[in-house]
Every structure is written in structure tokens, then in C-alpha cells.
């Protein structure tokens, strides 16, 4: 092992140009294809922060006295998925408005009546906090007597777990197209080494040489090239990845904004998919040229 | 068409053809050919000599008819097998075929190497078959650098470093002065001495007539004669 080793890496020092293009184009590829990964993850992370916070706002018709409240509430109690429900009154909306608002004291100043309706505010099961079960129970809820309107951001909650969708299927479509460009590459560089060095191979096989022999150095070679360029392309990618968490830094949507990288486990999965890529290659070039 | 002792033949050969695009290059060739034996193959250029060298090792597959290599048959070899097939061969050529790029001693290692031996023994073994050839101080050189001469010793030693028990050696004389000729062909007799087969494809008489052995010749790829010879 260690003298095929010896091999491998001489034969990479004997073709630096030819093997660093094949690290730089497998590190490009990787890198587009992290980068893919890495917004969908954290797009995933923040959908599901957002989740998380996610309220079911009931508005409640005028004129509901406190029976028809505790009707209600029982009623809504009762709708599989409802974790909590909080009470609203009128009144204390008009006060959370005015706390949030408070950097824009002139909109509600004029305010002669409260014109808001009382509320229940519908927490929910962690199970239920997505698109499908929210509209399920918003509808159940809707239909009940005395609501007046139920609310919980059903456009943006579709349409970011939409987009999300499409960026996972995009990322598949291009982590396949990459792949196979890898692949291809690595048999390329290792089929010109291949030709290069056919006499020397010819004479092996005549020694007595398996095509395990022959071929182990040539696998070893495609490995490094492999993990190298996955090793540069997720190193481009934290540079990136670093450069852009320190612009949003100090950001805040839901809650503050913080994006993370890969773990060493998916990065771990990235390098040996790079790795994968050379040894693919390596076995379509090889397969090739040592047929008897 | 087997000679002399009742040895078990090493090499059989039962009705052989061989095409190259329906052209016949050997055609209906039984030998039995049994170990320690020096067999002169000659014959004109295109009698079909190195064609039926090349069956020999699986260079080539015959067309027809069977090759029985140390009691397995070629007819039915599994690829997997064919370099355990080789090892059981020295395989010397006239354009010397030494890998330039490696110095002699990686040459020769690399025979060693591909046996899966461990690199002690490499080194051991490569020195002293270096010595036997008479080229120990040109370990560390490359083969261009060396006079054909000394190239073909190292081609030699290559050959026999894996301890074969089959020496094939197409014209290996081809390319040398009579002086290096000599020592080439004094080296292969040694070998035969000590108990190697050796099976020479060679055109150039005088060796043939120098040594006690076997002599077949081949004519358009059929094989006309076959005959013992008597040292000069």
C-alpha cells in the first residue's frame, strides 16, 4: 500500500498542471454544489425557527359576550393540534399594537375607538407547524361560530416552503450534474496518464502484474484528487460562508438573524463524495484500458 | 513429438491455428516441450516464431486448438488468472522492452514487487541477481543509458528474478554484437543449468549449434522440423 502510495503521488508531482486543473475543476464543481446546500439548510433552519413562533390569530365577531367566549374556547381546545390558546382582549391588543408601534406614535394617536376585534391567539403542536395541518385547523376554526377571521401568514408560509422545495430539487439536479462532471474529469486526467504510460503498463501486465497492481496506484491518485478538490472547494466555501455571516450579523427577521456551516459530518460527506467522484472515474478509465 | 526422458511435459501444444484477420500465422502446431529443456524455435521472419511465443504466455489466443501451460489449459483461463500465468514466465524481448523512466533497480523490483514480495527481499533479491547478470554498480541507472548489451542483461535479470520456471526469449540476440551475444547466450545457458526450461526464437545459427538442446522450425507457421541438436 504505502508503495503504491509512493506511486500515486509521484505521478501527481510528475503532473502538477494536469492534476491541479482536475483539483480546481472538482473544487468549483463542489463548491457551487455546497453552496447550494448550505442556503437550503439554513433556509430549513430559518423556516423552522419560524415555525416554531408560528400563532394562529382568531378575530372574534362583535358582540361576543363571555359565554359564547368559553364556548368558543372549549370548541377550540378541542381541534386536534391546538397546544394552547391564549385569550385577547380587544384592549390589550390595542396596547401590543401600541408597544410595537412605538417608534411610530402619530399612526395611532388620532385613534378615538378601539378598532380592534378580541382575539384568540392558537398556539400549536410542534407536529402541526406546517403549511398543510395549519390551513386544516385554520379552516376547522373558521367555520366555527362567532370567528370573524383566521389568520397565521398562509401566503408566506406556502410560498417559502415552496421555495424551499424548488432549492432542494435545483440543489439534487445540480449536485447529480456535478457529480457526473467530476467523474468525468477524473477518467479524462486518468486516461491521459493512462496513455501516457501504456508501454510501462503493457510491460507490468507482461510481468505478471494483476490489474489490482496496476490499478491500485491510479485509484489512490484519483482519491486525492478527489478529496483535494472537495478539501478546496468547502475551504472556498467557509471563506464565502464567513465573508457573508459577517454582513448579516446584527440582521433581524423572526429573531436575530445567525447562519451556520456545514458539521463536520456533512463536511466529512462532501470531501468523500469528492473522493467517491475520483474513484469513479478511475474504475471508467481503467475498466476501459486493461481489458484483455 | 515429445523427446527422450519420460518427464511430464511442461508445455503442450495440440493442434494450434492462429489468424490474424483469416491470414494463418500458425497452423496445426503439436509440441510437447518438457521442463529443463532448450528449445530453439527458429525459422525465416514471419515463420510465425514470436506468434507462437505469444500463445505460450497469453500474449495471444489461439484460434484453434489447445495450449496446456503447466498442466492449465489456456483454452480455459480465467482472466483473473492470467498474470499467475506470467509469473510462471521470464519473458525476454529483442527491443529489450525496460520501463526507461525507472532505473534498473526498480526495473527488476518491480517484478518482485507485483508477486507481493516485501521490500527486504526486494532489495536482497534484485542485488544479487544483479550480480549474477555482472551489472550490480548499474543499479541506479537508466535504461537509456546503458549499451543495448547491458540493457538485454537486464532484461535477463528481470526475466529470471521471479525464479520462472519457463525462460522465453524472442531473438534476444537480435540487436547485439557478437560479444554481447555471447554473454547473453552464456547467461541463458547458465540458467538452463540450473534448471530452468528455456525457450529461445532465434534465427542466428551459431547459437543453436553451440549448446545441446532442441531445435523446431517453423516455415510459413507450420512447423516442419523437429530435432535434437548436439553441442559443437
Same mark, same amino acid.
Given at each position: 500500500?504505502?508503495?503504491?502510495?509512493?506511486?500515486?503521488?509521484?505521478?501527481?508531482?510528475?503532473?502538477?498542471?494536469?492534476?491541479?486543473?482536475?483539483?480546481?475543476?472538482?473544487?468549483?464543481?463542489? @463548491?457551487?454544489?455546497?453552496?447550494?446546500?448550505?442556503?437550503?439548510?439554513?433556509?430549513?433552519?430559518?423556516?423552522?425557527?419560524?415555525?416554531?413562533?408560528?400563532?394562529?390569530?382568531?378575530?372574534?365577531?362583535?358582540?361576543?359576550?363571555?359565554?359564547?367566549?368559553?364556548?368558543?374556547?372549549?370548541?377550540?381546545?378541542?381541534?386536534?393540534?391546538?397546544?394552547?390558546?391564549?385569550?385577547?382582549?380587544?384592549?390589550?391588543?390595542?396596547?401590543?399594537?401600541?408597544?410595537?408601534?412605538?417608534?411610530?406614535?402619530?399612526?395611532?394617536?388620532?385613534?378615538?375607538?378601539?378598532?380592534?376585534?378580541?382575539?384568540?391567539?392558537?398556539?400549536?403542536?410542534?407536529?402541526?407547524?406546517?403549511?398543510?395541518?395549519?390551513?386544516?385547523?385554520?379552516?376547522?376554526?373558521?367555520?366555527?361560530?362567532?370567528?370573524?377571521?383566521?389568520?397565521?401568514?398562509?401566503?408566506?408560509?406556502?410560498?417559502?416552503?415552496?421555495?424551499?422545495?424548488?432549492?432542494?430539487?435545483?440543489?439534487?439536479?445540480?449536485?447529480?450534474?456535478?457529480?457526473?462532471?467530476?467523474?468525468?474529469?477524473?477518467?479524462?486526467?486518468?486516461?491521459?496518464?493512462?496513455?501516457?504510460?501504456?508501454?510501462?503498463?503493457?510491460?507490468?501486465? @507482461?510481468?505478471?502484474?494483476?490489474?489490482?497492481?496496476?490499478?491500485?496506484?491510479?485509484?489512490?491518485?484519483?482519491?486525492?484528487?478527489?478529496?483535494?478538490?472537495?478539501?478546496?472547494?468547502?475551504?472556498?466555501?467557509? @471563506?464565502?460562508?464567513?465573508?457573508?455571516?459577517?454582513?448579516?450579523?446584527?440582521?433581524?427577521?423572526?429573531?436575530?438573524?445567525?447562519?451556520?456551516?456545514?458539521?463536520?459530518?456533512? @463536511?466529512?460527506?462532501?470531501?468523500?463524495?469528492?473522493?467517491?467522484?475520483?474513484?469513479?472515474?478511475?474504475?471508467?478509465?481503467?475498466?476501459?484500458?486493461?481489458?484483455? | 513429438?515429445?523427446?527422450?526422458?519420460?518427464?511430464?511435459?511442461? $508445455?503442450?501444444?495440440?493442434?494450434?491455428?492462429?489468424?490474424?484477420?483469416?491470414?494463418?500465422?500458425?497452423?496445426?502446431?503439436?509440441?510437447?516441450? !518438457?521442463?529443463?529443456?532448450?528449445?530453439?524455435?527458429?525459422?525465416?521472419?514471419?515463420?510465425? /516464431?514470436?506468434?507462437?511465443? /505469444?500463445?505460450?504466455?497469453?500474449? !495471444?489466443?489461439?484460434?484453434?486448438?489447445?495450449? $496446456?501451460?503447466?498442466?492449465?489449459?489456456?483454452?480455459? $483461463? =480465467? /482472466?483473473?488468472?492470467?498474470?499467475?500465468?506470467?509469473?510462471?514466465?521470464?519473458?525476454?524481448?529483442?527491443?529489450?522492452?525496460?520501463? =526507461?523512466?525507472?532505473?534498473?533497480?526498480?526495473?527488476?523490483?518491480?517484478?518482485?514487487?507485483?508477486?507481493?514480495?516485501?521490500?527486504?527481499?526486494?532489495?536482497?533479491?534484485?542485488?544479487?541477481?544483479?550480480?549474477?547478470?555482472?551489472? !550490480?554498480?548499474?543499479?541506479?541507472?537508466?535504461? =537509456?543509458?546503458?549499451?543495448?548489451?547491458?540493457?538485454?542483461?537486464?532484461?535477463?535479470?528481470?526475466?529470471?528474478?521471479?525464479? =520462472?520456471?519457463?525462460?522465453?526469449?524472442? !531473438?534476444?540476440?537480435?540487436?547485439?554484437?557478437?560479444?554481447?551475444?555471447?554473454?547473453?547466450?552464456?547467461?541463458?545457458?547458465?540458467?538452463?543449468?540450473?534448471?530452468?526450461?528455456?525457450?529461445?526464437?532465434?534465427?542466428?545459427?551459431?547459437?543453436?549449434?553451440?549448446?545441446?538442446?532442441?531445435?523446431?522450425?517453423?516455415?510459413?507457421?507450420?512447423?516442419?522440423?523437429?530435432?535434437?541438436?548436439?553441442?559443437?
Amino acid at each position: 500500500m504505502i508503495r503504491h502510495f509512493e506511486k500515486a503521488v509521484a505521478d501527481i508531482a510528475a503532473n502538477t498542471f494536469l492534476n491541479s486543473i482536475t483539483v480546481i475543476t472538482i473544487a468549483f464543481s463542489i @463548491l457551487i454544489v455546497s453552496a447550494f446546500g448550505l442556503l437550503m439548510l439554513n433556509m430549513s433552519d430559518f423556516l423552522n425557527i419560524w415555525k416554531s413562533g408560528i400563532r394562529v390569530m382568531v378575530y372574534l365577531k362583535e358582540n361576543c359576550n363571555e359565554q359564547n367566549r368559553l364556548k368558543l374556547e372549549k370548541a377550540i381546545r378541542s381541534v386536534p393540534g391546538v397546544s394552547d390558546l391564549k385569550w385577547i382582549s380587544k384592549t390589550e391588543g390595542l396596547s401590543r399594537l401600541k408597544e410595537q408601534m412605538k417608534n411610530q406614535p402619530s399612526f395611532l394617536a388620532d385613534l378615538k375607538d378601539n378598532p380592534l376585534p378580541d382575539a384568540f391567539e392558537i398556539s400549536l403542536d410542534p407536529s402541526h407547524q406546517h403549511p398543510d395541518p395549519i390551513s386544516r385547523i385554520a379552516a376547522i376554526v373558521q367555520k366555527m361560530e362567532r370567528v370573524d377571521e383566521v389568520e397565521y401568514g398562509q401566503a408566506w408560509l406556502g410560498r417559502f416552503a415552496g421555495i424551499i422545495g424548488l432549492l432542494q430539487m435545483a440543489g439534487y439536479a445540480f449536485g447529480g450534474l456535478f457529480f457526473m462532471a467530476g467523474v468525468f474529469i477524473v477518467a479524462n486526467t486518468i486516461r491521459l496518464v493512462l496513455y501516457s504510460k501504456r508501454d510501462e503498463i503493457e510491460i507490468m501486465r @507482461l510481468i505478471g502484474a494483476t490489474d489490482g497492481f496496476i490499478s491500485a496506484p491510479f485509484f489512490i491518485q484519483g482519491s486525492i484528487q478527489g478529496a483535494a478538490g472537495g478539501l478546496l472547494g468547502t475551504g472556498l466555501l467557509y @471563506l464565502v460562508f464567513s465573508f457573508i455571516s459577517l454582513k448579516v450579523k446584527g440582521y433581524e427577521i423572526v429573531g436575530p438573524v445567525s447562519i451556520r456551516f456545514f458539521s463536520p459530518e456533512i @463536511l466529512f460527506g462532501i470531501i468523500g463524495s469528492g473522493v467517491l467522484a475520483g474513484l469513479m472515474g478511475c474504475y471508467f478509465s481503467l475498466r476501459q484500458f486493461l481489458k484483455y | 513429438m515429445t523427446h527422450g526422458s519420460r518427464k511430464t511435459p511442461i $508445455i503442450r501444444m495440440y493442434h494450434v491455428y492462429k489468424l490474424y484477420d483469416s491470414k494463418s500465422a500458425l497452423s496445426d502446431i503439436s509440441l510437447e516441450i !518438457e521442463e529443463n529443456e532448450f528449445l530453439f524455435v527458429t525459422g525465416a521472419s514471419g515463420a510465425g /516464431k514470436t506468434t507462437l511465443l /505469444k500463445l505460450l504466455y497469453f500474449g !495471444e489466443s489461439a484460434t484453434n486448438g489447445q495450449v $496446456i501451460i503447466d498442466g492449465v489449459n489456456l483454452l480455459r $483461463i =480465467p /482472466k483473473h488468472q492470467i498474470p499467475f500465468l506470467r509469473r510462471k514466465f521470464g519473458i525476454i524481448f529483442q527491443d529489450y522492452k525496460l520501463i =526507461p523512466s525507472k532505473t534498473v533497480f526498480e526495473n527488476l523490483a518491480l517484478v518482485l514487487e507485483a508477486a507481493g514480495h516485501k521490500r527486504k527481499f526486494v532489495e536482497k533479491k534484485v542485488k544479487s541477481v544483479l550480480r549474477i547478470v555482472g551489472l !550490480e554498480e548499474k543499479q541506479g541507472a537508466l535504461p =537509456p543509458s546503458l549499451s543495448g548489451g547491458e540493457q538485454q542483461r537486464i532484461a535477463i535479470a528481470r526475466a529470471v528474478i521471479g525464479d =520462472p520456471k519457463i525462460i522465453l526469449a524472442d !531473438e534476444p540476440t537480435g540487436n547485439l554484437d557478437s560479444g554481447s551475444a555471447e554473454i547473453i547466450f552464456d547467461l541463458l545457458n547458465r540458467f538452463h543449468k540450473d534448471g530452468s526450461t528455456i525457450i529461445l526464437a532465434t534465427h542466428d545459427p551459431e547459437l543453436i549449434h553451440s549448446i545441446n538442446g532442441r531445435k523446431i522450425v517453423l516455415d510459413k507457421g507450420q512447423l516442419i522440423s523437429d530435432h535434437k541438436i548436439k553441442e559443437a
